[in-house]
């Protein structure tokens, strides 16, 4: 695979999803503004591979892992994927595993990639849980990787990074008020913060509209995983797949609804991480074709 970096400008973000600046007095919340991460460069991840699928979408698990070594290999700087692993985690830490569990959920094959690379690198096998769930499952561990589906979603325009955790609230259906807004507020629970190591999304075979309810119209061979450690910018890049495979569909712009204020709102309410695309450095490695970036 040839590497060739893209950096989007934040021009070509705000064409196609939130346009406007949001403030908690738009959003009729009154929230607390967290201080915001340092200023930096975010870097993301887009590793795909035109035979990932095959024919029937069905995944081909040898280019899968090699994307998954690629993709390891380059978010963190190292040269093999136990030293990538090593440099997120620890032998001794409990390693919790959150794929999206239903409608449109992640690949099996890409949940178990992730479980043996991980135990390839020296990680007990019984210190890898699956921890999809209510707030006991994240409460047990000590790093979590996040493994959700791209995909729009009718409640929250994207479903997938940010809403990956709404589970650990205990309160799922309060976190879908508001156009979903405070879904950053989950990821800055006591038992939550900063256990995440890495974001890894399948986007192997994505969604664009009326997720998260599987819909052939609105699905393609995508054959990608996108990736990064800051979990705003992973579902920035996730954000602005979706919105220009949507406008490719529609041939003009086809904006998300509801818009996914959630994103803007986990960089500059909650302090996740940037929602600024001038701060994203997108790396993109193998297939080139439909981008979308």
């Known amino acids: 695979m040839q590497n060739k970096k893209t950096v989007i400008t934040r021009r070509d973000f705000m064409r196609g999803t939130l346009g406007a600046t949001i403030g908690a007095s738009v959003l009729g919340f009154n929230w607390p503004v967290s201080e915001a991460k340092a200023a930096g460069s975010s870097l993301v991840t887009v590793v795909r591979d035109k035979s990932a699928l095959d024919a029937s979408n069905k995944v081909n698990s040898k280019a899968l892992n090699k994307m998954l070594e690629l993709t390891l290999s380059k978010v963190t700087g190292k040269n093999n994927p136990k030293e990538a692993w090593l440099s997120l985690v620890k032998p001794d830490d409990v390693i919790g595993l959150v794929p999206t569990d239903h409608l449109n959920q992640t690949h099996d094959e890409v949940v178990t990639a992730v479980k043996s690379s991980l135990v390839n690198a020296g990680i007990p096998k019984d210190k890898i849980i699956d921890a999809q769930g209510g707030p006991r499952y994240p409460e047990k561990c000590t790093a979590l990787i996040a493994l959700p589906a791209l995909k729009a979603h009718w409640l929250t325009g994207i479903g997938t990074v940010l809403k990956d955790y709404i589970m650990f609230s205990g309160s799922p259906d309060s976190y879908h008020k508001g156009n979903s807004a405070k ?3 989950i ?3 006591p ?5 995440t190591k890495l974001v890894l999304v399948d986007s192997l075979y994505p969604l664009c509209d009326k997720g998260p309810q599987p819909d052939p119209r609105y699905q393609w061979a995508y054959n990608g995983l996108v990736a990064g450690t800051d979990p705003v910018a992973v579902e920035t890049v996730c954000v602005k797949i979706i919105t220009e495979k949507r406008k490719a569909l529609r041939g003009e712009p086809w904006p998300l609804s509801p818009p996914p204020i959630c994103v803007e709102a986990a960089d500059k309410v909650y302090g996740l991480g940037t929602s600024k695309m001038e701060e ?5 490695y193998g297939w080139e074709k439909e981008l979308l970036l």
């Not at 038992?191 to 256990?195: P, R």
């Not at 994203?280 to 993109?284: A, N, P, T, Y």
């Open 187 to 189: 990821w800055n629970l």
């Open 280 to 284: 994203i450095k997108i790396e993109h």
């Open 191 to 195: 038992f939550v913060k900063g256990k």
């Open 183 to 185: 879904l950053g507020e």
